[in-house]
């Protein structure tokens, strides 16, 4: 399967603790993108490289999320002090440089994260 | 704010017949928009874009109107099949930034 994986599929911890989630894109996209899901809403955006550089962040990635992505490759998402407010469904998606225009993200299955 | 918004959260259709799901958005500097397909559990499955300078996009069954004076698109979905059931998002984005997302239109396709 070449499309986005991401891993784990489901984290359960608890408040205060840190965690950490790890997506692999689409081998020759070097557009990744991080948003976060929650019941009912959308997915909103939280942060976005391009190969190795972070390009945006959302004023929602607070001082206790950082993102990586060394070597222009897999990126992780950690999550320091964990709330009961960061449960959510956390998804990467990855695209090709959109140049002069916009290419389609594709998704990968997300990690779901409950804070107990 | 919610710069893309979906005003109908669901959408109940006989099998066979017509879906329409309808987005508007606030933004004039966007020149992409995109659907998604999302089932429980899952992350969301690209479906059609469109971009800026077209009007329309067709994919088989799924088809994007973009009506840019109105700030608009719609997608249809044509003949609408039970395995269609799911929830429906518009997404958006400008000079390849960030996509901002609706917050969905879940359809039921009725057998």
Known sequence: DTGVSQNPRHKITKRGQNV????????????????????????????YFQNEAQLEKSRLLSDRFSAERPKGSFSTLEIQRTEQGDSAMYLCASSTDPGQGTTEAFFGQGTRLTVV | DQQVKQNSPSLSVQEGRISILNCDYTNSMFDYFLWYKKYPAEGPTFLISISSIKDKNEDGRFTVFLNKSAKHLSLHIVPSQPGDSAVYFCAASGYGNQFYFGTGTSLTVIP
């Not at chain 1, 894109?25 to 959308?42: A, D, F, K, M, V």
Request: contains cysteine; neutral net charge; glycine residues 8%.
């Open chain 1, 20 to 47: 950490t989630f790890r997506c692999d894109p689409i081998s020759e996209h070097n557009r990744l993108y991080w948003y976060r899901q929650t019941l009912g809403q959308g997915p909103e955006f939280l942060t």
